[in-house]
């Protein structure tokens, strides 16, 4: 098994520059102020850009991915010193193993699952745990990461509007130039189709040495009825199904109670 604190840090320098626009996160910053939230468990945290939204408003943050290089692009921007990043995911916190804490490079320690607020899968993490036994500990961590009355939230599309029939290179070509690495190509391709999965893949050529890094990614669609019945029956009560504001009628936003 290859160690899942690694990456490959070009791809992970690209995230921000070829996608800006995240204003996907302003209901999640929307949520977390109106649940009260003051300790949020970002799961998925990626290259920090959600968590470094909730630290700039004085929330005190633990961003958890196991991709090392997009974590290393986090810590490198301005205010991530407020934020404690560790490389790892969240069926790790429920299994009470030790975590390596990049915060303070070199440190593997162990982190006993804290009692937040609020846990929060922005964007594609909940559809990037494809594999039914991670997802069942995946919840099972959030739950044990939440005190009693904190929530879990995060989003899925939904399966009807097949989301994936847009995936290909006419809709998703674009050129970037990217500060410190010039033009970039990039674009995404539909692979296979085999619900409730769905596998596609990333493509982005440099224009400056003409190299090109490929990552493949896979997505399972679940039902509501299937998210509900998984949330329920990891002790969770379901508050809450919203639609995306930035994707009406595309996505659902779960949001879990932990009673």
């Given at each position: 098994?290859?160690?899942?604190?690694?990456?490959?840090?070009?791809l992970?320098?690209?995230?921000?520059?070829?996608?800006?626009?995240?204003?996907?996160?302003?209901?999640?910053?929307?949520?977390?102020?109106?649940?009260?939230?003051?300790?949020?468990?970002d799961?998925?945290?990626?290259?920090?850009?959600?968590?470094?939204?909730?630290?700039?408003?004085?929330?005190?943050?633990?961003?958890?991915?196991?991709?090392?290089?997009?974590?290393?692009?986090?810590?490198?921007?301005?205010?991530?010193?407020?934020?404690?990043?560790?490389?790892?995911?969240?069926?790790?916190?429920?299994?009470?193993?030790?975590?390596?804490?990049?915060?303070?490079?070199?440190?593997?320690?162990?982190?006993?699952?804290?009692?937040?607020d609020?846990?929060?899968?922005?964007?594609?993490?909940?559809q990037?745990?494809?594999?039914?036994?991670?997802?069942?500990?995946?919840?099972?961590?959030?739950?044990?990461?939440?005190?009693?009355?904190?929530?879990?939230?995060?989003?899925?599309?939904?399966?009807?509007?097949?989301?994936?029939?847009?995936?290909?290179?006419?809709?998703?070509?674009?050129v970037?130039?990217?500060?410190?690495?010039g033009?970039?190509?990039?674009?995404?391709?539909?692979?296979?189709?085999?619900?409730?999965?769905?596998?596609?893949?990333?493509?982005?050529?440099?224009?400056?040495?003409?190299?090109?890094?490929?990552?493949?990614?896979?997505?399972?669609?679940?039902?509501?009825?299937?998210?509900?019945?998984?949330?329920?029956?990891?002790?969770?009560?379901?508050?809450?199904?919203?639609?995306?504001?930035?994707?009406?009628?595309?996505?659902?936003?779960?949001?879990?109670?932990?009673?």
């Amino acid at each position: 098994m290859a160690d899942k604190c690694s990456g490959d840090p070009r791809l992970a320098a690209l995230y921000d520059p070829l996608d800006p626009d995240r204003s996907d996160l302003d209901a999640y910053v929307r949520m977390a102020e109106e649940f009260g939230a003051k300790r949020v468990l970002d799961i998925g945290c990626g290259t920090g850009v959600f968590a470094l939204l909730l630290a700039d408003r004085g929330i005190s943050v633990v961003g958890i991915d196991p991709d090392r290089a997009s974590l290393d692009v986090a810590r490198a921007k301005p205010g991530s010193a407020r934020v404690r990043w560790i490389c790892g995911d969240a069926t790790t916190l429920s299994e009470g193993t030790a975590l390596s804490d990049v915060t303070a490079p070199g440190d593997v320690t162990a982190f006993p699952a804290p009692q937040v607020d609020l846990v929060t899968m922005t964007a594609n993490v909940a559809q990037e745990i494809a594999d039914p036994s991670l997802w069942r500990q995946t919840l099972r961590g959030a739950y044990e990461a939440l005190r009693p009355g904190g929530r879990l939230v995060f989003e899925t599309r939904d399966p009807a509007r097949r989301a994936w029939e847009e995936w290909h290179r006419e809709g998703s070509y674009r050129v970037a130039q990217v500060p410190g690495v010039g033009i970039v190509q990039s674009w995404v391709q539909l692979i296979e189709v085999n619900l409730p999965l769905v596998t596609f893949r990333g493509t982005c050529v440099f224009a400056a040495d003409g190299q090109v890094l490929t990552a493949d990614s896979t997505l399972r669609f679940r039902e509501r009825q299937e998210v509900e019945r998984d949330l329920v029956a990891h002790g969770f009560a379901v508050e809450d199904v919203r639609d995306a504001p930035d994707r009406p009628g595309r996505e659902l936003v779960f949001v879990a109670l932990r009673p």
